[in-house]
């Protein structure tokens, strides 16, 4: 019913810019929070950023100064504007929405995923 798709990786070097985005499509009547996670080979997946449907937003770490988030909710799209990117933020980025509400209830759903490569 729901199905978030990813979009806008690819091969960037180092001190780049990218822009990813995620579209949730289906029959939603409403998203909490929506998210960006990586996982980067041999590691566990991590939080990158997350937003609220209100705007309030959070980061890891390792990407706060670099790294924005951002939605439309009337699309319920989320967007992660990626600056100075690093190495080591090769990884696939997923994106996740929390708390979707249709029909038939509450659910979370995650994107295929989508491969940032930050390399010379």
């Known amino acids: 019913q729901v199905q978030l798709v990813e979009s806008g990786g690819g091969l960037v070097q180092p001190g780049g810019s990218l822009r990813l985005s995620c579209a949730a499509s289906?029959?939603?009547?409403?998203?909490?929070?929506m998210g960006w996670y990586r996982q980067a080979p041999g590691k566990q997946r991590e939080l990158v950023a997350v937003?609220?449907?209100?705007?309030?937003?959070n980061y890891a770490d390792s990407v706060k100064g670099r790294f924005t988030i951002s939605r439309d909710n009337d699309k319920n799209t989320v967007y992660l504007q990626m600056n100075s990117l690093k190495p080591e933020d090769t990884a696939v980025y997923y994106c996740?929405?929390?708390?979707?509400?249709?029909?038939?209830?509450?659910?979370?759903?995650w994107g295929q995923g989508t491969q940032v490569t930050v390399s010379s």
């Open positions: 996740n929405a929390d708390s979707v509400l249709t029909v038939q209830g509450f659910n979370s759903y």
């Open positions: 289906g029959r939603i009547l409403r998203v909490n929070a």
């Open positions: 937003i609220t449907r209100s705007g309030s937003d």
